[in-house]
């Protein structure tokens, strides 16, 4: 007798979670293949701080699509690629003729965030994963809820802090 409700509410939960959005992580933010190739450098931010520059890089495809003041499109890869600054005799940062940190070659960090559609985050579908040089995931990043809370702080510029004021900064 007791088969027949506990097969009902299997039926039950098993629909339940095919309808409803999928919960990310950052197992599921991938890192592109050559990205450094393959996708668009729109800017370097010195993050004095912490004597880094930082890359930033955008997918070709959200890039062509990107409407300034819109949300970016479904499937927009975002990734900051921090460096280490080269530094002087004293230990400060070496800057070039225009103040700019002159960065090391070698990479320190790779953040990726990916906006997914089919993902339920909170974040506008935008979640985050921290990768190491080699390509694999950070072994340090298991409270990724730092990304959210950072980025909740951006609502209006769909969750990103340089990528939507670029593209309204490029349409002038």
């Known amino acids: 007798m007791l088969k027949l409700p506990l097969l009902a509410a299997a ?18 933010v991938k890192l592109p293949k050559n990205y450094q190739s393959a996708f668009t450098r729109y800017m370097v931010v010195d993050h004095l701080g912490r004597n880094r ?17 819109e949300p970016l499109p479904d499937g927009t890869i975002l990734i900051m690629e921090d460096h280490d600054a080269q530094v002087g005799a004293d230990g400060k940062p070496l800057k070039d003729a225009h103040g700019r940190i002159i960065p090391k070659t070698e990479v320190k960090n790779i953040f990726v965030m990916e906006k997914n559609s089919a993902w339920s985050t909170g974040n506008g579908n935008w979640d985050y994963a921290w990768y190491t ?24 510029r769909d969750f990103n802090f340089t990528y939507s004021k670029h593209v309204i900064d490029r349409a002038k």
């Open 11 to 28: 039926i039950a939960a098993v629909a339940l979670v095919a309808a409803s959005p999928l919960l990310a992580g950052p197992d599921d």
């Open 53 to 69: 520059a930082r890359y930033m890089y955008v997918n070709p495809e959200a890039d062509q699509q990107a409407k300034p003041g």
């Open 133 to 156: 040089p080699d390509g694999k995931l950070n072994a340090k990043f298991d409270k990724h809820d730092r990304c959210f809370s950072c980025h909740t702080s951006r609502v209006e």
